[in-house]
């Protein structure tokens, strides 16, 4: 499958899970740094920069609770752009920064609002690549809270208001975000 570390265009995966842990997915091509995670299809150090994957050669890429580690989350950003086919899709999901373990797992970097991923959309001066779309959604958990259940079709619909507000005390979950180049 790789050659000198590099994915060959014949072989090129069409759907990546990066990052993917303790999680792989069927029919995607699971890259994680340790080589005893479960259904792990390669191993790379998503921090070391170029990823193993030619230029405009992966159709989807999932990144699941796995950005907010990385060192630095726009080159991270950039890799995925730079890999993805025009028309591609990055799905990505991380900690928003009202959920409390946000700020309690010490191996997090990054936090993350409900606009953070539509600089990477736009001509905001700070990249030299754009995606031509973004869509974010705010997700709270379900399991024992009713009041999630209310707000977040209302915080979704709001959410600047949600997040400069005293409606953080019903902290976010998870932005989720939808990039295509």
């Not at 890259?31 to 920069?49: E, I, S």
């Not at 989807?60 to 950003?77: G, I, T």
């Not at 958990?141 to 400069?164: C, D, M, S």
Request: proline share 7%.
């Amino acid at each position: 499958m790789c050659e000198s570390g590099r994915a060959t265009s014949a072989n090129a995966p069409r759907k990546l899970n990066l990052g993917s842990g303790g999680q792989p997915l069927a029919g995607y091509i699971n890259v994680d740094v340790n080589p005893n995670a479960p259904g792990v299809n390669l191993v790379h150090d998503l921090n070391k920069h170029p990823w193993p994957f030619e230029s405009d050669s992966v159709d989807e890429v999932r990144m699941d609770q796995v950005l907010e580690h990385l060192q630095d989350r726009n080159r991270a950003v950039k890799e995925i752009h730079r890999i993805l086919r025009p028309g591609g899709v990055a799905r990505i999901s991380v900690p928003h920064f009202t959920w409390q373990y946000a700020y309690t797992d010490p191996t997090h970097r990054h936090f993350f609002g409900y606009h953070t991923f539509a600089y990477y959309a736009r001509d905001c001066g700070y990249f030299d690549f754009r995606f031509s779309s973004c869509t974010v959604r705010l997700t709270f958990g379900k399991r024992h809270a009713f009041w999630n259940r209310l707000l977040e079709p209302i915080v979704n619909r709001f959410p600047t208001l949600y997040e400069q507000s005293p409606l953080r005390m019903f902290p976010a979950l998870t932005v989720d975000a939808t990039l295509k180049k």
